[in-house]
């Protein structure tokens, strides 16, 4: 008998694998295993401006921190949609109010990824 952990969609199952009499492998059990977790989010009051994603992707760089001061268009986030990295942007002055994504964390389009004040 040998065990594998196999991720599916993001799911990471622990799987047993037994031989049959007749050499063929089975799969005796699957179960679910807690997937790693990201980096913890930075904790912050919820500003007024919120800054979304604009598509589905996977965040690859976080640039803005909680209590940085920003001006319009800074880069706050690098997101990786379709093979292409895209700049998120800050939509006008203010201060960083909360961080509400990690960087390797996978969003869906109009997921709030930080707010400002």
Do not use: R
Request: avoid cysteine; charged fraction near 20%; hydrophobic fraction near 45%.
């Amino acid at each position: 008998m040998k065990s594998y952990t196999i991720t599916v969609n993001g799911n990471v199952y622990e799987v047993t694998v037994e031989e049959n009499a007749g050499g063929a492998s089975a799969a005796s059990k699957a179960a679910p295993k807690a997937a790693p977790k990201a980096a913890p989010k930075a904790a912050g009051v919820e500003g007024s401006v919120k800054v979304g994603a604009p598509m589905p992707g996977k965040i690859l760089t976080v640039k803005a921190a909680v209590g940085a001061a920003v001006k319009k268009g800074q880069v706050l986030f690098i997101l990786e949609a379709m093979k292409m990295e895209n700049e998120i942007v800050a939509p006008q002055d203010g201060t960083v109010a909360s961080v509400n994504v990690a960087a390797g964390e996978s969003v869906e389009a109009g997921t709030t990824l930080a707010t400002l004040n």
